[in-house]
Every structure is written in structure tokens, then in C-alpha cells.
């Protein structure tokens, strides 16, 4: 989906104009602080714009105010994320009071989403010949 001007626009208005709670955390995330990933604020995303984005490990990190817990914003928001989860992307989400209190554990439960799952090693049978040996398991008696 294109970025129409409107978006471009108001994503410029919303950098502009962050809360002390996004301002917090930018001054966090930019310049490759953490994990070396690159995120872009105010990020237009499909009809969305994002708080902050890493495009490449595709996590999207929303900072929600107060009136985010009001039903139809709570509603918007979970549509939000339904969207962008369906479009492959990861959402975190953090109240702007957890981010301004609890830096620290906002930043490592970032850091832990943006650390690669490690991929199971594929299961070799006894007898393969790749398969490494342990060091006086299953190898001969020396004669």
C-alpha cells in the first residue's frame, strides 16, 4: 500500500510533536542502540502510522497513553494489531507510564523480541556420519 501525502504529513506532525513518553524511548532506540537495529518513528504502515518500527525484524512498538484504555480506542487498537500481525509485523506494546518508570524493562523485553528465536538443530540419527562424538561416549575402548 502506497504512503499517500496525508500520511506523510501527519507522520512529519507526529515527530514533531511526540509525548515525553516517546521522546523517552526514541532517545533509546535511535542510532542503533540496542541490538543494532534501526527503527524509524512515526512510521506510516499500510493505513497505519506507527510510534517506532525495526523494518527488517518487521516488531512495531506502540507507546499508548490513557486514552488508549477507553472502549473504542481499545477496540482501534486491537484492530490495529490485528492488521499489522496479519501483515507479518510483531507488536509491543507499552503504557506511556511503563516507559517513563520502567525504562530498563521496556528496553529488555525489546531487546528479547528483537533477538532471533534459535532455529532447532535438525535431528541426526546414531551411526550419521556428521554427527560429532562426545569425548568417551559410544566410541571404542583404544586397544
Known amino acids: 500500500m502506497k504512503r499517500t501525502p496525508?500520511?506523510?504529513?501527519?507522520?512529519?506532525?507526529?515527530?514533531?510533536?511526540?509525548?515525553?513518553?516517546e521522546r523517552a524511548l526514541w532517545d533509546r532506540l535511535r542510532n542503533r542502540q540496542i541490538e543494532s537495529a534501526?527503527?524509524?518513528r512515526q512510521w506510516p504502515i499500510?493505513?497505519?502510522?506507527?510510534?517506532?518500527?525495526?523494518?527488517?525484524?518487521?516488531?512495531v512498538i506502540e507507546?499508548?497513553?490513557?486514552?488508549?484504555n477507553e472502549p473504542g480506542n481499545r477496540d482501534r487498537d486491537q484492530q490495529?494489531?490485528?492488521w499489522?500481525?496479519?501483515?507479518?509485523?510483531?507488536?509491543?506494546?507499552?503504557?506511556?507510564?511503563?516507559?517513563?518508570l520502567n525504562t530498563d524493562s521496556v528496553m529488555e523485553a525489546i531487546r528479547q523480541a528483537?533477538?532471533?528465536?534459535?532455529q532447532p538443530s535438525p535431528r541426526r540419527?546414531?551411526?550419521?556420519?556428521?554427527?560429532?562424538?562426545?569425548?568417551?561416549?559410544?566410541q571404542p575402548s583404544p586397544r
Open 114 to 118: 528483537l533477538i532471533p528465536s534459535p
Open 38 to 40: 534501526k527503527f524509524k
Open 80 to 82: 490495529r494489531t490485528a
Open 84 to 100: 499489522l500481525e496479519e501483515n507479518g509485523y510483531r507488536v509491543l506494546r507499552f503504557w506511556n507510564n511503563e516507559v517513563l
Open 6 to 21: 496525508e500520511q506523510t504529513a501527519r507522520a512529519r506532525d507526529l515527530r514533531r510533536n511526540q509525548t515525553n513518553a
Open 46 to 59: 499500510g493505513p497505519f502510522i506507527v510510534d517506532f518500527v525495526n523494518l527488517g525484524r518487521r516488531l
Open 125 to 138: 540419527e546414531e551411526g550419521d556420519r556428521d554427527t560429532p562424538q562426545l569425548q568417551g561416549q559410544n
Open 63 to 68: 507507546i499508548d497513553g490513557g486514552h488508549h
